[in-house]
């Protein structure tokens, strides 16, 4: 499985951006996907996740101003944020649970993560 994280990128406080993670390497059927990010200096912590059944979950920081959502036909999933703030500053991950599994907050119950794309929110 690989998972390719892309659509980061420097942007201004108050504004939007759409991460994309695309899933390879085996069908994207059943999956529950999550995004998760690190700032510097700090631990990587969970943002939002979706099932396959389209359950979500969202960390309180960013629930009301970020959307999980996926197109199963092009075996991706998205990550559009709103509102961006500077504490939004960070490298964002996406990574896979099993199969038909709900959606969790700890990044130890995913098993395949991507390489990381990079937002840079400035004041």
């Known amino acids: 499985v690989q998972l390719q994280a892309s659509g980061g990128g420097l942007v201004r406080a108050g504004d939007s951006l759409t991460l994309s993670c695309l899933a390879s390497?085996?069908?994207?059927?059943?999956?529950?996907m999550g995004w998760f990010r690190q700032a510097p200096g700090k631990e990587r912590e969970f943002v939002a996740a979706?099932?396959?059944?389209?359950?979500?979950l969202y960390s309180d920081s960013v629930k009301g101003r970020f959307t999980i959502s996926r197109d199963n036909a092009k075996n991706t999933v998205y990550l559009r944020m709103n509102s961006l703030k500077p504490e939004d500053t960070a490298v964002y991950y996406c990574?896979?649970?099993?199969?038909?599994?709900?959606?969790?907050?700890?990044?130890?119950?995913?098993?395949?993560w991507g390489q990381g794309t990079l937002v840079t929110v400035s004041s």
């Open positions: 990574a896979e649970r099993p199969r038909y599994s709900a959606p969790t907050d700890q990044s130890n119950d995913y098993d395949y």
């Open positions: 390497g085996r069908t994207f059927s059943g999956s529950t």
């Open positions: 979706t099932s396959w059944f389209g359950i979500k």
